[in-house]
């Protein structure tokens, strides 16, 4: 079966950095996103990993391995506002888009 | 550039009713995927349209069924309401750039359905 595994909440301080992880199996690989969703709203378009390697956009970072099938996302000088869910995605070899069931971020002053 | 639109934001239907979910994408995408999310999971995959075409499918049952029209908006219908299909309906446009591969996607604010 095709599974993506992120951990289910995270709590980090204002200012600090933190990691997300995201570990998938799947039907062939073709692409990675990270997307941030607010409680209520559509999800955020994040980042897009296909090569394996760091991809840097701002305070956000994705991190790809497609040997080890792993992938993070790296939030920076972190903000209230960065309390969301991340939402960890994966297309498959059929081009089906397969989600994690997302990562509760928790932002303490 | 109004990004991907969806109407209505809101609806409240009861079982066994029928019920039609629009979509429009964003300017130059040209591939529209519905999902349904229940809360706190994780986006389910509906299915994909591209060139007025069901291109994938996910595991929904029939009673799912959608449209792409030439302006690559798109609709989700929803046969034969259950409790159970109460959820927030996201659609999302697609597009890849040539050469790179690279792929965006972008989903719209969603149309939450309550069916009582």
């Known amino acids: 079966g095709q599974n993506i595994d992120q951990p289910t909440e995270m709590t980090a301080t204002e200012g600090a950095i933190v990691q997300i992880n995201c570990t998938y199996q799947t039907s062939g690989f073709n692409g990675l996103f990270w997307y941030q969703q607010h409680a209520g709203e559509a999800p955020t378009f994040l980042s897009y990993n296909v090569l394996d390697g760091l991809e840097e956009k701002g305070r956000f970072s994705s991190f790809l391995s497609r040997s080890k099938g792993y992938s993070y996302l790296l939030l920076k000088e972190l903000q209230m506002k960065d309390s969301a869910s991340y939402l960890c995605a994966v297309r498959d070899s059929n081009y089906q888009l397969i989600w994690g069931a997302g990562t509760k971020l928790i932002i303490k002053p | 550039d109004a990004g991907v639109t969806q109407s209505p934001t809101h609806l409240i239907k009861t079982r066994g009713q029928q019920v039609t979910l629009r979509c429009s994408p964003k300017s130059g995408h040209d591939t529209v995927s519905w999902y349904q999310q229940a809360l706190g999971q994780g986006p389910q995959f509906i299915f994909q349209?591209?060139?007025?075409?069901?291109?994938q499918r996910g595991n929904f049952p029939d009673r799912f069924s959608g449209h792409q029209f030439p302006n690559y908006s798109s609709e989700l219908n929803v046969n034969a309401l259950l409790l159970g299909d109460s959820a927030l309906y996201l659609c999302?446009?697609?597009?890849?750039?040539?050469?790179?591969?690279?792929?965006?996607?972008?989903f719209g604010p969603g149309t939450r359905l309550l069916v009582l």
């Open positions: 349209y591209y060139e007025e075409e069901e291109r």
């Open positions: 999302a446009s697609s597009f890849v750039t040539s050469g790179t591969g690279a792929e965006t996607q972008y």
